[in-house]
């Protein structure tokens, strides 16, 4: 019963490395989110994807790029990382946004110097 | 644009206290809010979540209420333990936004 997998949990990328964070679910849920979770700004949506092949930008995308190639997996990309990308990256699944609750992964403690 | 807020930001209690943490949003067009608890480098827990047609959820100790007229949510914790101690975050899923919104959280701890 492994829920929501991050992979990996921790990163120390140089600025202008890329690098891709990998977000799997188990439940076959339809909803994946990626967010990021800062000191002092709460977590903030990067993006989203409502069903396999489908994406969204959320409040924060700009420097990230995400795929859902299958449903089971979310894919987060940062192609040039940049040191205010350091952050913990958290992935999240619902069966659908509105009615059911969200289940999180334990999350990337990411950092770029 | 809907904005969480979660007081107070700290909390330090004695054991055995029973004790409420307070959330409002404020558009109150909102599907459902869930209760999270986040321990110290540490994912994400649900512990409770409440439909919009709700009025409160229970599991154990904890207790959540929604008033979504007026845009509030408490969460209770009875007899407080220091295994209580974490992060308490609370967030709404808004209609048109397709997404959970996270209020900044309440960082508890209980004291022996």
């Known amino acids: 019963n492994a829920g929501v997998t991050q992979t990996p949990k921790f990163r120390v990328l140089k600025t202008g490395q890329s690098m891709t964070l990998l977000c799997a679910q188990d439940?076959?849920?339809?909803?994946m989110y990626w967010y990021r979770q800062d000191p002092g700004m709460g977590l903030r949506l990067i993006h989203y994807s409502v069903g396999e092949g489908t994406t969204a930008k959320g409040e924060v995308p700009d420097g990230y790029n995400v795929s859902r190639l299958k449903k089971q997996n979310f894919l987060l990309g940062l192609e040039s990382a940049a040191p205010s990308q350091t952050s913990v990256y958290f992935c999240a699944s619902s069966p659908t946004g509105a009615d059911y609750g969200y289940t999180f992964g334990s999350g990337t403690r990411l950092t770029v110097v | 644009k809907q904005e969480v807020t979660q007081i107070p930001a700290a909390l330090s209690v004695p054991e055995g206290e029973n004790l409420v943490l307070n959330c409002s949003f404020t558009?109150?067009?909102?599907?459902?809010l869930q209760w999270f608890r986040q321990d110290p480098g540490k994912g994400l827990t649900s512990l409770l979540l409440?439909?919009?047609?709700?009025r409160e959820q229970t599991s154990g100790r904890l207790n959540a209420s929604l008033d979504k007229s007026s845009g509030r949510s408490t969460l209770y914790i009875a007899a407080s333990q220091p295994g209580d101690s974490a992060t308490y975050l609370c967030a709404v899923f808004s209609g048109g936004y397709n997404k959970l919104i996270f209020g900044a959280g309440t960082r508890l701890a209980v004291h022996p």
């Open positions: 558009d109150s067009a909102i599907y459902n």
């Open positions: 439940m076959n849920h339809e909803y």
């Open positions: 409440i439909q919009s047609s709700q």
